[in-house]
């Protein structure tokens, strides 16, 4: 038992480090490539001078870096509570299952591109435009991976219940609620990055503040090197947000996060 916690530790590090060596190289080549070559920073300026101009502007970068956080997760928690409470309701009704999801399947067959400027035309520059397409970015995984999740329930544990006198509300409580949640929380990691890029394309369309807005400026200015630091930054920001749901699924459901280690393995 004493050895579990570095076997975890090592599993990780097994789990992070290809994807790690692979981006130092990958910086590496971009640093030597624009070493040599000379070429423009305007054009392609190097890793280290995007981290030194990134940490130059850390605090206007920090400021646009909060308001998209706030914009990311403001839409993602609309998005979240819509999810469950439709998810829900379509498990209750067969019929209502059969008319819902092909319209939440049809949902994606409209491009972001077209939907937010749409959102600033109709509801201004404000907050709740941008809301609105996170939203409508994030809604479509969560859903369907709940809705999936009830109907993945162990039948036979259900017809047990129901032989018992229990009633669909506690068959739904004590059955179908716990077989969604590995697939609640898969769902919940694509949504999340999802929420991120939403926004960030929302700010760009039309903003005050935000990554988006900032990128926009900074490429109007010729400035891709803080272009490329806004990039990064959101990249964090999305590789946080995404180890923030193993955080939310440890401490919720352990033993659906140990249930898909064993897995993979």
Same mark, same amino acid.
């Given at each position: ?40 920073? &305007? ?37 979240? #509570? ?7 309701? $379509? ?13 939440? $399947?049809?949902? &994606? ?33 969560? $859903?369907?991976?709940?809705? @999936? ?21 506690? @068959? ?58 806004? $990039? ?12 923030? #749901? ?20």
């Amino acid at each position: 038992m004493s050895t579990s916690p570095t076997r975890e530790v090592g599993s990780r590090l097994r789990w992070v480090l290809p994807a790690a060596v692979t981006v130092a190289a990958l910086v590496v080549v971009w640093q030597v490539y624009v070493t040599v070559s000379g070429i423009r920073p &305007q054009v392609l300026p190097s890793p280290l001078r995007v981290l030194r101009q990134g940490w130059a502007h850390r605090e206007e970068i920090g400021a646009h870096a909060a308001a998209t956080l706030q914009v990311t997760l403001l839409g993602f928690a609309v998005s979240l #509570t819509l999810a469950w409470l439709l998810a829900i309701v $379509v498990d209750f009704s067969p019929w209502l299952r059969r008319a819902f999801v092909p319209l939440f $399947v049809a949902s &994606q067959t409209l491009p972001i591109v077209a939907i937010a400027p749409l959102m600033i035309i109709w509801f201004g520059f404000g907050l709740l435009p941008k809301i609105l397409v996170v939203s409508l970015v994030t809604f479509f995984p969560m $859903v369907i991976g709940l809705i @999936e999740g009830f109907a993945a329930a162990d039948r036979e544990a259900g017809a047990l219940l129901r032989s018992m006198g229990a009633s669909r509300t506690q @068959e739904f409580r004590y059955v179908r609620l716990p077989s969604a949640v590995p697939r609640f929380f898969t769902a919940l990691r694509i949504g999340i990055t999802y929420a991120v890029v939403g926004a960030v394309f929302a700010e760009y369309v039309g903003a005050s503040k935000g990554l988006g807005i900032y990128m926009s400026l900074q490429k109007n200015s010729f400035r891709t090197d803080l272009v490329l630091a806004a $990039v990064l930054v959101t990249a964090l920001l999305s590789i946080t947000l995404y180890l923030a #749901t193993f955080v939310v699924e440890r401490l919720v459901a352990p033993w659906a996060l140990a249930e898909g280690r064993s897995g993979r393995a």
